[in-house]
């Protein structure tokens, strides 16, 4: 199962790329993955296996996410951000 | 007392005079400083009753007990009156020097009144006033007066100027401090109604601390933690970051609201321009986040930078759909000097495109994706030049001068311009926009923080979220009545019990969070009387008709009936103990405190 995930914000800037393809049939192992594959990254935004507080993760741009256990299906998109977003 | 004078200043422009006015320990701990002190002296100086361009209306500049302190973020002041746009209560913030010299010349706040009969700077030395003359700073941006004002008087004297917007009483023109701005509602049309082109003030007079000890080690550990990771997106790419951010979740304002999506956002983005544009980082006096992040326009040779925020870039670019980054950069600054508000300029500006495309303005110059046109109406605006002139009194106004139902689409509640929050794609932040004092406002609302959660369906936020709103506005009552920075909230694990300890530590007070949770409330609510007093009726707490009729184009499920705006607005009133309808009864005046103000 693959899934896009779309990094913005912080998570952008540590992972270094806007968008990448991972492997994964739950939040969780989605994370596990990008962990490995950008360290700045996990070093950053992820404790535990899940996001720190500030950052947050979205479905397709519709749902925010924060269960690991989310179960997610083949060509879905997961956004990354900041959570903060004030001006 | 600790941490407060207990007077402020009470100057009349008109005759010169300069009194100083008590102000007891009981009001300080109900009202704090900032906004909450602001929202008291408005009500006792009577503000609603005048206009608010009259000589005889208060224009307030409020310091509070963190100034001075070591806590960072903590050089702020509060700019209080009635709001030249809306009519209504209207609270602008702005940090740095100026708060900090404002204190030391020995008040917590000074309120302006009458009109000085000439062009004049008020100096305020040591809580001495006098009125100079400033018909030689006629007509300067606001960056010039402020350097010509050091020359002259000295750089010990920090300055809070007006540009050429506030002498041409542009409703939305701001009041300017070192390259930063009270922005919002109008302030410097209030100050350029007084004649009044500067204060420059400075002093030697300090408040003691009842625990300095214990406040050190605070500022120590807040510090630390303004270094973390929640304040990590401020320090590194600035607000500006969102612009993506929101562009993806079909929440960027773009063409006056027709559309939550910009297709050219990339293009104006910092993760765009940042590598070829970025020059530094700057950070407001006491304060360790550094959230500023200055870009070079042309030729990085040349040194000439421009503070970016999320709030430009939106209301100069993506609402008035231009991709150049160049001209959304050099817009940026054309406010900045000549003493805007981005996000009601950009949003007065947007307006007058629609209605030249609907043949409702005959402006042809005047289109989407123009950007030039934008920077050229910024200029007619600070001149009041021709079509400048009336886009200068807003875009309520401008609609009510238009007809033809254009206050349909006229982007605005209460008159004042909505920031850069798609009011339909992030529903509890339509509901702070729409109940909010000072108008259509992501600062005394941060409710669009609920939106970007696992909290609401964003999209179809209902009655019993309206709690959320609640609950963020009291915070935001707080802070801005403390008064630190916004950008420091994700930091604190419980912002009431640990401000609580702040307030403590200065003024020797023993506050509690409980003590704080009823002063934000009350501090909200005396906005809300102040409102009431001024003529406020239960039909301003809406959205305009566009945000109620048509879902957003690309996104269908971005749908707000007014039949549910309504049932929001009516949850939200009586989550805060006001009938559904908004009126505040005796008794919660009486629980509140506010019974005698």
């Known amino acids: 199962m693959q899934v896009v995930v779309e990094f913005f914000g ?9 968008v990448t393809t991972c492997g994964g049939e739950t939040l969780g192992q989605v994370f596990t993955e990008l962990a490995a594959r950008f360290p700045e990254l996990a070093e950053t935004c992820f404790e535990s296996g899940r996001l720190r507080p500030g950052y947050i993760a979205n479905l397709d741009g519709q749902q925010f996410i924060d269960d690991p256990k989310t179960l997610l299906n083949d060509g879905q998109a997961i956004l990354i951000l900041s959570a903060d977003v004030g001006g | 007392m600790h941490a407060y004078h207990g007077c402020y200043l009470r100057v009349d422009l008109a005759s010169g005079s300069c009194q100083r006015v008590p102000l007891a320990e009981d009001v300080l701990r109900r009202f704090l400083g900032g906004s909450g002190l602001g929202a008291y002296l408005m009500l006792q100086e009577q503000a609603a009753r005048f206009d608010p361009l009259a000589p005889e209306a208060p224009l307030a500049f409020v310091f509070s007990p963190l100034v001075g302190s070591p806590l960072t973020t903590s050089a702020k002041f509060a700019v209080v009156s009635r709001g030249a746009l809306t009519e209504r209560f209207n609270d602008s913030l702005a940090s740095s020097g100026f708060a900090i010299a404002g204190k030391k010349a020995g008040c917590d706040a000074i309120v302006i009144v009458g009109q000085a009969a000439q062009l004049s700077t008020l100096v305020i030395d040591d809580g001495q006033c006098r009125l100079e003359p400033a018909s030689g700073l006629a007509g300067l941006s606001a960056n010039k007066t402020e350097q010509q004002l050091k020359a002259a008087w000295g750089a010990d004297y920090q300055t809070a100027v007006i540009g050429p917007s506030g002498e041409q009483l542009v409703r939305y023109a701001t009041i300017s401090h070192s390259g930063r701005h009270a922005g919002r509602g109008g302030t410097g049309a209030v100050m350029g109604a007084k004649r009044l082109k500067a204060i420059a003030v400075r002093g ?5 601390w009842a625990d300095p000890e214990a406040l050190h080690e605070m500022a120590k550990s807040l510090s630390k933690r303004s270094f973390g990771p929640a304040t990590a997106k401020y320090r590194e790419l600035g607000t500006a970051a969102n612009l993506l951010t929101l562009n993806r979740l079909q929440a960027l304002p773009t063409r006056n609201f027709q559309q939550g999506y910009f297709a050219g956002a990339e293009a104006i983005a910092p993760e765009q321009i940042g590598a070829a544009r970025r020059q530094t980082r700057a950070s407001c006096a006491a304060c360790t986040i550094g959230c500023e992040h200055i870009y070079h326009l042309g030729d990085r040779s040349t040194g000439d930078g421009v503070r970016l925020e999320y709030e430009n870039l939106f209301a100069l670019g993506s609402l008035c759909a231009v991709d150049d980054a160049e001209l959304v950069l050099k817009a940026s600054r ?26 409702l ?62 009011p339909r794609s992030l529903q509890t932040m339509a509901l702070g926009f729409a109940v909010g004092s000072r108008g259509a406002d992501h600062n005394r609302s941060g409710a669009y923080e609920v939106d970007l959660s696992s909290a609401v369906d964003r999209r179809r936020v209902q009655a019993d979220d309206a709690r959320l709103a609640v609950e963020t506005e009291d915070r935001a009552a707080l802070i801005d009545s403390l008064i630190l920075c916004k950008f420091l909230r994700g930091v604190f694990d419980d912002l009431f019990a640990e401000t609580a300890e702040m307030l403590r530590a200065v003024t020797g007070w023993r506050v509690t969070a409980d003590e704080l949770r009823l002063t ?6 005396a906005k809300k009387q102040f409102n009431i007093l ?8 809406t959205l305009p008709e566009r945000f109620l009729e048509t879902p957003l184009p690309d996104d269908p499920q971005a749908s707000l009936s007014s039949k549910r705006l309504a049932e929001l607005v009516a949850a939200y009133h009586v989550e805060r103990g006001w009938s559904p309808e908004g009126q505040i009864g005796p008794k919660d005046l009486e629980i509140l405190g506010l019974d005698s103000e």
Not at chain 2, 334 to 359: H, K
Not at chain 2, 388 to 402: H, K, N
Not at chain 2, 534 to 541: F, I, K, L, S, V
């Open chain 2, 204 to 208: 030697t007079q300090r408040t003691t």
């Open chain 1, 10 to 18: 912080i998570p952008r800037a540590r992972a270094g790329v806007p």
């Open chain 2, 534 to 541: 001024a003529g406020w009726t239960p039909a301003e707490d």
């Open chain 2, 361 to 422: 303005i005959d402006a042809p110059w005047l289109t989407f994706g123009d950007g030039q046109a934008v920077l050229n109406a910024l200029e007619a605006i600070a001149r009041r030049d021709g079509l400048g002139d009336r886009l200068a009194e807003g875009s309520r106004r401008l609609a009510e001068q238009i007809g033809h139902d254009s206050i349909r689409f006229a982007p605005q509640v209460k008159g004042l311009e909505i920031p850069g929050y798609e």
């Open chain 2, 334 to 359: 054309a406010c900045d000097e000549l003493g805007l508000d981005t996000i009601s300029a950009g949003g007065t500006i947007a307006f007058a495109m629609e209605c030249v495309e609907r043949g």
């Open chain 2, 520 to 525: 934000a409330r009350r501090i909200v609510t």
